[in-house]
């Protein structure tokens, strides 16, 4: 309403890149699965689809309580987790966030400061002679696990950059910072946030085959029969099975040619610590589309088709909008669009928005979020119908996130997408469930199961 000519011609060319057609995903889904098999095959292709060596599931029955570290993208949690044999999980967690120096220099050493705050707070710090306090450490960053409690950092993505930490054993890094404390306290347990969602979403629900994150970052793993395994060349698990790491954020990295760039999102690729690489993650995820919105919004300024052509400090600065306020955004019901209007005056400190401004901010946050929605159904579709040999029966779809949990219609919009690819006889057996702190939980779970490992 009231947008001029000029306005309304470049919202129809940015809803003509965002909108992805039925046809435009079907053929992006062809080339995630093609990327997946050659994943399973190879080592160091596009797709890591990486050995978890986690072969087994929890039963659901098991007791005790056990613990956790859980590095995120923006936070580090400990946790006590306390199963109660029915398939129930209590846990108490402390959150920290990760402060800048961590994020860039002293990660190791913060996080074992954590612990022994955590520990320490309420009375668990084991004494010289007590056995060292078994944990399962979640590490959302790439790593090409070596073993159950092993693994070295491919590379760092969503921020984080310590140096001196690529090719080497992050297990191995975060004791010598324990040690370094005098704290005990032995990692037993490596997994990836998604194996971790996974098995905290197994369990309770003996169905749960894939685990999925769109938080600050996106990935998944899932069950896959290691007879589909082609490069796995250690033993053969007696369950057949393990979970693998797919590191789908990397899809379409390198070649750039199947995802619909846009030039918002190169430039946004140009200006990230890891250029041309996590392509997918870069449009999915909760790190990336305030980003993506904002280069939307400067575009438009820089035409003087929004906000009369004026900017700000704030909006000039790479991150300044936070994917958050794409989501209060996207849903902005008021006559006035008064939560666009606090976000454009308040937060980016531009005064005077008109109406039509505050709309063509709405349509940037909707589109942003849909592409999002609908590419994330990608992944999922490649994911499942990978596994259609366990599509007859009920399948479990842990997922986690902030984007997930609070991007508006994030959970609608993947699952009507997923159902144009899926036959409806099996796409009826499939459920998507929050799975909230999973990750956390799993790494405790999976503590619990390396106890067992030979
Ligand atoms: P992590 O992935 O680090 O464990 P989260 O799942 O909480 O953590 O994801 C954090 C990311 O989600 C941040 O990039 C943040 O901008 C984004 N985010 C936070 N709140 C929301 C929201 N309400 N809607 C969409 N994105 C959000």
Request: charged share 20%.
């Amino acid at each position: 309403v009231g947008a001029t000519p000029e306005q309304q011609a470049a919202i129809d060319m940015l809803a003509s890149q965002f909108l992805l057609t039925d046809e435009r995903l079907g053929a992006i889904i062809k080339e995630f699965r093609r990327r997946m098999e050659e994943g399973l095959a190879t080592d160091g292709r596009v797709l890591k689809m990486i050995p978890s060596y986690v072969t087994r599931r929890p039963l659901g029955s098991e007791v005790g309580s056990y613990f956790a570290i859980d590095l995120g993208g923006t936070n580090l949690r400990v946790l006590k987790v306390t199963l109660d044999g029915r398939g129930g999980v209590t846990s108490e967690h402390q959150k920290f966030a990760l402060s800048e120096e961590a994020k860039s220099r002293t990660l190791f050493d913060f996080v074992a400061q954590c612990v022994d705050t955590f520990l320490d707070e309420r009375n668990l710090r084991p004494l010289g002679q007590q056995p060292p306090i078994p944990m399962g450490l979640t590490f959302s960053y790439p790593v090409q696990q070596t073993s159950i409690n092993s693994g070295t950092l491919v590379q760092w993505t969503k921020g984080l950059n310590v140096p001196g930490c690529v090719g080497r054993d992050v297990v191995r890094l975060l004791q010598d910072a324990l040690l370094r404390l005098g704290l005990r306290v032995k990692i037993v347990a490596l997994v990836n946030d998604t194996v971790g969602t996974l098995l905290s979403a197994a369990y309770s629900d003996p169905a749960a085959q894939m685990g999925i994150i769109f938080g600050t970052g996106t990935n998944a793993a899932y069950y896959e029969d290691v007879a589909n395994l082609a490069k796995w060349k250690g033993p053969n698990p007696s369950s057949g099975e393990m979970v693998l790491n797919m590191e789908w954020g990397a899809f379409d990295s390198d070649d750039f040619a199947f995802l619909p760039f846009t030039p918002h999102d190169i430039k946004l690729d140009r200006k990230s610590i890891n250029p041309r690489k996590q392509a997918y993650e870069k449009m999915i995820s909760g790190m990336y589309l305030g980003e993506i919105a904002r280069n939307i919004v400067l575009w438009l300024a820089d035409q003087r088709l929004l906000l009369d052509g004026r900017s700000s400090e704030i909006l000039n600065a790479m991150w300044s909008i936070d994917t958050s306020y794409l989501s209060s955004g996207a849903v902005d019901t008021t006559s006035d669009l008064s939560e666009i209007q606090q976000v454009i005056e308040k937060t980016l400190n531009i005064s005077n928005s008109t109406f039509v401004d505050r709309q063509i901010f709405k349509v940037i946050a909707i589109l942003v979020g849909e592409r999002a929605a609908r590419l994330s159904a990608v992944g999922v579709v490649a994911t499942l119908t990978k596994r259609s040999d366990l599509l007859n029966k009920p399948v479990t779809v842990g997922i986690d996130g902030s984007m997930y949990e609070h991007y508006p219609y994030f959970h609608d919009i993947l699952v009507e997408t997923a159902s144009h690819f899926i036959p409806q006889e099996q796409f009826k057996n499939i459920n998507f469930t929050l799975a909230k702190d999973g990750s956390g939980v799993g790494a405790a779970i999976t503590a619990m199961l390396a106890a067992t490992y030979d």
